[in-house]
């Protein structure tokens, strides 16, 4: 690669990390104001299920056309464009006085993000070597990850100054901005790669497509445990933390955003360390089984502790952040399995059991929770012990069907890249 083009590389992911900070930060944002909510407009925790879980389920519904959008005009255009429904979204929010409100603000929310990830990561297989995309996408998790900083102790600090509809109303200026800045930098692909001489798809090119993606023998395991792999993460980190900390540790605002602050560091540092690790152990599938299985013990271990201190629940939540780190490794195993023509469409297919996944468990969750609402209010610490027990099975039950998937490996991967450059 040329240092032109890595230059422009390197700043087209700058602006495809900038618009998934923005897309982080909605999707978790709920979680340190949600006591706030509850008792500003009286909503249970199954409304707060319903009302997180809106977000991602509209998101994954979005998956399909966006893959079609994706595959035809580019994240260019698509990505700079939906990012201004996450504009009208937040103004809905900071504006609600009622869970329709706030639903509805949620859902432009998701409407708005859909193509945060899956945009960046099309664009990016495109400007950098296949064997470098688990690294590519650790930095644009790791990045984004900021998001998550944004949605924790600085969200909390400005609910505590501005209130959280003058929080929401700022962050829409931001996004709108992000908006204007992707568009201007962010370029589909190289000059004189393929994607610039592709022939428009019919409509019935573009089903075609679909069904040969979903017709990928290796579909149905990678489906399965990308279906999980976020969920419990966005659990904890984008509702369940905040409540959880107040109910049974009875920590404030400011004290929950601080702990979630340390959760969403630890994301980052995940990401950092796990990039590498397919390269290192020539391996992504193993990656991926030894990150999803130290999360399944750790929420076991949460499920199982019947009085832990703070300490001990901060060390185990940024246990959790940390080694859901695997994800780089399953994205880059994912996008193995698509050729480019399908890309956009393999990986937003892939994203609907991802952000699917989520908003099943969010409102499942709900379910958990809200049968243990005691005469207080409060949520009973039994409640949300049986939350870690249903998280910790859930991956493990889609640990059992992921491995029977054949492995990726990188070393596989530099050297058919290095065969196609020897030919020409």
Known sequence: MSDDRLATALR???A?????????FFRVSVSV????LMRELMLSSEAMGVLTGSFFLTFALWQIPLGMMLDRYGARFTNAGMLLLAVAGALVFAGAESLAGLTAGRVLMGMGCAGALMGALVVSSRWFPPDRFAMVAAVLRGVGSLGNLLATAPLAAASAAIGWRGAFVGMAVLTAGTAAVGYLVIRDAPPG?????RKVE????VVRG???VIRNPAMPPMFAMNSVSLGGLVALLGLWGGPYLHDVHGLDTV??????????????????????LDRVFDSRKRVVIAGACASVAVFAILALLSSPVL?????????IALFNGYNVALLAHMRSIFPDRLVGRGLTTMAVGGIGGVAVMQMTTGLIVGAFVQDTGLVSAAGYRWMFGFLAATIAAALLVYGRCADAKPSHERARRALSVDDL
Request: some cysteine; aromatic content about 8%.
């Open 12 to 14: 087209i992911l700058a």
């Open 16 to 24: 495809l990390c900038a618009i998934y900070i923005v897309s982080h």
């Open 33 to 36: 104001i949600a006591p706030d």
């Open 193 to 197: 790669h393929a994607f610039h001489r």
């Open 202 to 205: 019919g409509a019935g090119a």
């Open 210 to 212: 679909i069904v040969e």
């Open 255 to 276: 004290a929950r955003g601080n702990v979630l602050l340390a959760m969403a560091l630890a994301l980052i540092t995940g990401n950092v360390v796990f990039a590498p």
């Open 311 to 319: 300490w001990q629940v901060t060390l185990l939540f940024a246990l």
